[in-house]
């Protein structure tokens, strides 16, 4: 039984899985399984895969397109390993990732099952974009409400008797998937965030097969996000801090009465007047998106 085992869910990524791989070939830490799942691509991707000829990947391959979340819990019940590394196929590691991650979470002891790293966000020519550098550490971390900071599945690992604990991915959410599961996740096992970077995430705003690019599924994953942190017992200040990020997301795209939700999360006492005028700003430019999406042609 392998120490790790990393899925790779991947979707018409023929191009872009052969670096993917190799990032984890590389890895300084070497007692991993790799479990591609290849989510129906029909571009050669599951070519590409058999040809790399490692042992140690395995490929399972959908008969149909189920989306990424599918993907990886496909990949989940196909590996064995006492920690799950995720990986989407167009990101690649560093090579001391997987051995500092291991690390972390023993040195932390038992109760600390969550494990993230910092990361580059890169443009697709390789230019540097920005660097994240999360923070967080302990057991049902509030400021995780109020954004997703831990950034993209790529840069996780957790131990498998956490994610069992919640049932793993959730394959009905059209995005926020990875937000979604941290926020389950950490509400069992306890985080800690690897202070190097060793995740370089691609950010391609031209990419067809992009979740973010498609408004329907980024404001139904965020809506589910709301209705968590609704939920939630969360103080004053966390309220405002996710109400502020929801806020924007849902005017960006023109949703007003998603943005309505977003603003109930401010309790009366809570409310300054900065923040009523931020709230009103962000109705007015939902208004304005609402109303340039009215007039723009349809195809």
């Known amino acids: 039984m392998p120490l790790v085992s990393v899925v790779v869910p991947t979707y018409k990524r023929a191009d872009k899985i052969g ?14 399984e790799v479990v591609v799942v290849d989510d129906a691509s029909l571009d050669g991707t599951d070519r590409v895969v058999q040809e790399i000829g490692d042992p140690r990947i395995r490929l399972v ?4 397109n189920r989306g ?5 819990r496909t990949g989940i019940e196909h590996s064995t390993g006492r920690y799950v590394a995720f990986l989407d196929s167009d990101d690649v590691w560093l090579p001391t990732k997987l051995e500092r991650q291991v690390q972390a979470l023993v040195d932390k002891g038992p109760g600390y099952g969550l494990c993230a790293t910092w990361y580059v966000m890169e443009s697709p020519d390789g230019a540097e974009r920005s660097r994240v550098e999360p923070t967080l550490e ?7 409400y109020a954004g997703n900071w831990l950034g993209s599945y790529s840069t996780i690992m957790v131990e498998r008797t956490a994610l069992d604990a919640v049932g793993g991915p959730d394959p009905s959410l059209k995005s926020c998937q990875d937000w979604d599961l941290y926020l389950r996740v950490n509400q069992v096992t306890s985080l800690v965030c690897v202070r190097e970077h060793l995740v370089r995430y691609l950010v391609d705003d031209d990419d067809p097969v992009r979740i973010s690019g498609r408004r329907s599924s980024v404001l139904s994953g965020h809506r589910h996000v709301v209705a968590l942190a609704a939920r939630a017992d969360l103080d004053d200040a966390t309220r405002v801090a996710a109400a502020v990020t929801f806020m924007q997301v ?3 795209h023109g949703a ?14 809570a409310w300054t007047p900065r923040g009523v005028r931020f709230a009103v700003h962000m109705c007015a430019r939902a208004a304005r998106r609402r ?6 042609p349809s195809a």
């Not at 391959?61 to 149909?64: I, K, N």
């Not at 109303?291 to 723009?296: D, E, V, Y």
């Open 19 to 32: 670096p993917v791989l190799r990032s984890v070939l590389d890895q300084t830490l070497q007692d991993f």
């Open 256 to 269: 007003t009465r998603d943005l309505v939700r977003a603003v109930r999360l401010v309790p009366g006492r």
């Open 138 to 144: 302990g057991l049902a971390v509030p400021a995780l």
């Open 68 to 72: 990424g979340n599918a993907a990886r």
């Open 61 to 64: 391959v959908h008969d149909v």
């Open 291 to 296: 109303l340039s999406g009215a007039r723009r």
């Open 250 to 252: 849902f005017a960006h």
